[in-house]
């Protein structure tokens, strides 16, 4: 299929006209016109260009890709290296980063819920993509810490007593630690997010809410190979996601 028709079925598809974001959602890097063969990855990093390089991939679809606000746009470098190496091969390069995270069943949120037994029937945060939901039993927090490890295979960071029983969860994927005091505000009784700061250490104790960082990278892998596999299902492309670990 070409490219063009693709970003613009995906763009109507998780309604990128509706986020406020840090990078542009889309084509970031123009490829060659039609696209069969699709690599998929959580970040656009080199090791996983060599990858789709590897894999005769026509484009690489991501949920962090290039050009962030506010960074040093001058191509030097590993950033040089990166995009050298994605023209010299014409991939192209599509990024979907916050509505990746928020659609409603292929997002991140949607996907690592769908994992953990949770399903959203409140909102918060900005832009509304801080999710909150019910346990579907009465778990300690302890327990719920082992299922996120057992479906992640990392063992997440918990700060909360184990022994403490969670029904309301609030959960955002990646690095969305700053959402905690409106999951707090929100009535959930524990939040799941990627990453961790130092404050919310002292948070998590002083409200009796627990904070559970569980990796950047782990809770992110999902959205974006839920992407892909419906792109291929709807299109009849090849996709193949390459999972590079990372311990953040
Ligand atoms: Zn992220």
């Known amino acids: 299929m070409l490219l063009h028709e693709l970003e613009k079925y995906t763009g109507q598809l998780l309604q990128i006209d509706r986020f406020k974001d840090y990078a542009p959602n889309g084509v970031q890097i123009e490829g060659r016109a039609t696209i069969t063969r699709i690599v998929c990855g959580v970040s656009a990093s080199e090791a996983l260009i060599d990858a789709a390089i590897e894999q005769h991939a026509d484009a690489i679809l991501v949920h962090h890709g290039y050009f962030w606000r506010g960074e040093d746009p001058r191509l030097l470098g590993a950033k040089r290296r990166r995009i050298a190496k994605l023209l010299a091969h014409n991939i192209s390069l599509l990024a979907y980063h916050l509505p990746l995270d928020a659609h409603a069943e292929l997002g991140n949120n949607a996907q690592l819920g769908r994992r953990l037994g949770l399903a959203a029937d409140s909102r918060f945060g900005e832009q509304d993509l801080g999710w909150a939901g019910t346990l579907p039993s009465e778990t300690t927090l302890g327990e719920f810490a082992q299922l996120i490890e057992a479906q992640l295979g990392r063992t997440p960071l918990v700060i909360g007593d184990p022994a403490r029983t969670i029904a309301r969860v609030g959960w955002c994927t ?19 997010t990627g990453e961790a700061s130092e404050q919310h250490y002292h948070v998590a104790m002083e409200s009796g809410v627990a904070f559970i960082a569980a990796g950047h990278h782990a809770t992110e892998r999902y959205g974006v190979q839920a992407l892909a596999a419906h792109l291929a299902d709807q299109f009849g492309l090849t996709q193949h996601y390459v999972d590079l670990p990372n311990p953040i």
Do not use: E, N, R, S
């Open 174 to 192: 990646g690095g969305a630690q700053g959402y905690f005091p409106d999951a707090i505000a929100a009535g959930c009784d524990a939040y799941l």
